[in-house]
Nanobody, 120 residues
Framework: QVQLVESGGGLVQPGGSLRLSCAAS????????MGWYRQAPGKQRALVAR???????NYADSVKGHFTISRDNAKNTVYLQMNSLKPEDTAVYSC??????????????WGQGTQVTVSS
């Protein structure tokens, strides 16, 4: 089994910053990609940012220039640095990992989600 555990959410004022972390653990053979998705009330879950095992990144247009995704391969951890936060960034942020287990089975795994609220 593989687990993804997120941390770092919370309440922040507009213009502020937060850093989310997501650590993968368990029966991991290889992590192909990790990413962050978010779901605001009344909206569908959408990709925020994603990073592959070779470091290739892609971002939603709405966060380009003020969010940065990075990863620490030694720790199986992905980070999302969020700067210049806006009220429309308020959502539940969930970590996703495309991970293969030692048996060779590659699956999508999800964390439990962490609330980010941007409000004055």
């Amino acid at each position: 089994q593989v687990q993804l555990v997120e941390s770092g959410g919370g309440l922040v004022q507009p213009g502020g910053s937060l850093r989310l972390s997501c650590a993968a653990s368990g029966s991991i053979f290889r992590i192909y990609a990790m990413g962050w998705y978010r779901q605001a009330p009344g909206k569908q879950r959408a990709l925020v940012a994603r990073i592959t095992n070779d470091g290739t990144t892609n971002y939603a247009d709405s966060v380009k220039g003020h969010f940065t995704i990075s990863r620490d391969n030694a720790k199986n951890t992905v980070y999302l640095q969020m700067n210049s936060l806006k009220p429309e960034d308020t959502a539940v942020y969930s970590c996703n990992g495309l991970i293969a287990t030692p048996g060779g089975v590659m699956s999508n795994y999800w964390g439990q989600g962490t609330q980010v609220t941007v409000s004055s």
